[in-house]
């Protein structure tokens, strides 16, 4: 959710921070993201942070475990961690009446108060060992197997965390 307009690739190679934490989800996790996540899937929102120069950072993040299990998918026993990530955005863009930057936390239009996000997030274990020699942050032991923003339903496990 936090990006900068002057560091996210082109309208052709979207990079920098629209992709950046890319690195934490599976495999599956990352043929996912190239295929249905907004930052991906066309120029829609490249062109709105491009056009209105907005740098957006996550702020006062409270992540919070919502359920552990261990499900048996295709034959092998896996680890899985349901977290709620409940956040704020601080954006700075440029005002289009003025042409000032301003900076503040995103309102909620119909109350004027801040607008606060949930992230549904889907984490696997997966054994850094098994991760290899360019395994994310050394290894955390932890990769995203799906997520979704500001959902009302409980999230189901997108598929073999393998793949």
């Known amino acids: ?10 309208p052709t190679h979207h990079s920098g921070t629209l992709t950046g934490a890319t690195f934490l989800l599976t495999s599956g996790g990352q043929v996912r993201f190239i295929h249905n996540d907004v930052r991906m899937i066309n120029n829609v929102l490249y062109d709105k942070i491009h056009t209105g120069k907005i740098i957006q950072q996550v702020v006062n993040a409270q992540p919070s475990l ?15 961690a349901w977290i709620n990530v409940a956040f ?17 936390i995103q309102v909620d239009p119909a109350t004027g108060q801040p607008l606060l996000h949930h992230m549904a997030v889907i984490l696997v274990r997966i054994s850094p060992q098994s991760q290899g020699i360019n395994a994310p942050m050394g290894g955390t032991g932890w990769l995203v197997d799906t997520y979704e923003l500001d959902t009302s339903t409980f999230l189901a496990i ?4 393998s793949l």
């Open 88 to 104: 704020e955005l601080l954006q700075s863009k440029i005002d289009p009446a003025s042409g000032k930057r301003i900076e503040r």
């Open 66 to 80: 919502v359920q552990f299990k261990i499900v048996q998918v295709q034959g092998q026993q896996h680890k899985f």
């Open 158 to 161: 997108a598929t073999d965390p």
């Open 1 to 10: 959710m936090s990006y900068d307009y002057r560091n996210i690739g082109t």
